[in-house]
Nanobody, 124 residues
Framework: QVQLVESGGGLVQPGGSLRLSCAAS????????MGWFRQAPGKEREFVAA????????DYADSVKGRFTISRDNAKNTVSLQMSSLKPEDTAVYYC?????????????????WGQGTQVTVSS
């Protein structure tokens, strides 16, 4: 069982930066692939980024490549999402999630545990 709690969301101007964090409970955090997803009003949940157990491999949605960076600290049971050059279309609730598999890191159904989400609003 893994419990996930996101933090760091808020209101930011276009072009600004924000760092999201996700704290995980349990002693098996390093056994899980971690991902970030987002969901805007009226839209389906979409993949943002994922990172392997050891942090060696990362994957990103095309829409955030070059602007977002996912990282993890297994000693602290945390995964982070550094977001820069933010755009209004990045506005959404952001969720972190944990999976036992890296077979399809972009597929929500691959993830076993989800946080409650944190709101990110990009607006002037």
């Amino acid at each position: 069982q893994v419990q996930l709690v996101e933090s760091g969301g808020g209101l930011v101007q276009p072009g600004g930066s924000l760092r999201l964090s996700c704290a995980a409970s349990g002693r098996t955090f390093s056994m899980y692939v971690m991902g970030w997803f987002r969901q805007a009003p009226g839209k389906e949940r979409e993949f943002v980024a994922a990172i392997t157990w050891d942090g060696i491999r990362t994957d990103y949605a095309d829409s955030v490549k070059g602007r977002f960076t996912i990282s993890r600290d297994n000693a602290k049971n945390t995964v982070s999402l550094q977001m820069s050059s933010l755009k209004p279309e990045d506005t959404a609730v952001y969720y972190c999630a944990a999976s036992r598999s890296y077979h399809s890191p972009g597929a929500p159904h691959e993830y076993d545990y989800w946080g409650q989400g944190t709101q990110v609003t990009v607006s002037s």
